[in-house]
């Protein structure tokens, strides 16, 4: 599974209110969510969840070779038997989602799990997300930007609230193509700003670039 900017702005950007001590990445790839939280925060215990086997041996081998390594766990599992099994609550959850809701078979299963969402559909994510999710906890997770709304309608249903929001677009002129969104269980006002990624092809603005400094090597 490569790393993608999706992942990469949902690492950097996840709020960390209250220092949350215990952290669930969901769909968690190769675990570049759950280690850059681990590198971002004193999180005690920083689980993951993934369900393909390959990407859930790839995940357990970096957390392994991180210097955080004590504090990861990734279970080989997927969201609805997870749920099923743990009795835990997490004080952030997130997510980056299979965003596709066109089903477009590619004939590589891993691909089409990654990035299509009837392998991890929106009401059942937000549904495993209301009910692992701690009283004073967030939910952080990055979708299109046209699914805003019906997502939004959804979290309202489980008594999922926003209460930070990030619009994406490619470059000035692009249309929005991404949301990050953050929600608590308490209603409150919704903090809503704009990140533009690109000036120009490989020319980063100013804003992306301290976001997410801290996790290339170059930038």
């Known amino acids: 599974m490569k790393i993608g900017t999706d992942g990469v702005l949902l690492g950097a950007w996840a709020p960390l209110i209250g220092s949350p001590t215990s952290i669930l990445d969901i769909g968690a790839g190769t675990g570049v969510i759950a280690l850059m939280l681990a590198q971002r925060s004193n999180a005690e215990v920083i689980d993951a969840l993934e369900i393909d086997a390959e990407a859930y041996e790839q995940c357990v081998e970096n957390f392994e070779r991180s210097p955080w390594g004590d504090r990861l766990y990734c279970y080989h599992a997927g969201l609805?038997?997870?749920?099923?099994?743990?009795?835990?609550?997490?004080?952030?959850?997130?997510?980056?989602?299979p965003f596709y809701s066109e089903t477009v078979a590619s004939g590589n299963l891993q691909r089409d799990q990654a990035r299509q969402n009837e392998f991890l559909p929106f009401d059942e994510l937000l549904e495993g997300a209301a009910k692992l999710l701690a009283e004073n906890g967030t939910f952080a997770t990055i979708i299109p930007f046209k699914e805003k709304d019906a997502f939004l309608n959804m979290a309202a249903g489980l008594a999922l609230f926003p209460y930070k929001c990030l619009h994406v677009k490619g470059n000035p002129t692009a249309e929005v193509k991404r949301v990050l969104l953050a929600f608590s269980k308490e209603q409150k006002d919704c903090e809503t700003s704009e990140l533009i990624i690109e000036i120009e092809r490989h020319r980063y603005t100013t804003e992306y670039v301290d976001l997410t400094k801290d996790f290339y090597l170059k930038m």
């Open 80 to 97: 609805d038997e997870f749920v099923d099994e743990i009795d835990d609550e997490y004080e952030l959850i997130l997510c980056n989602p």
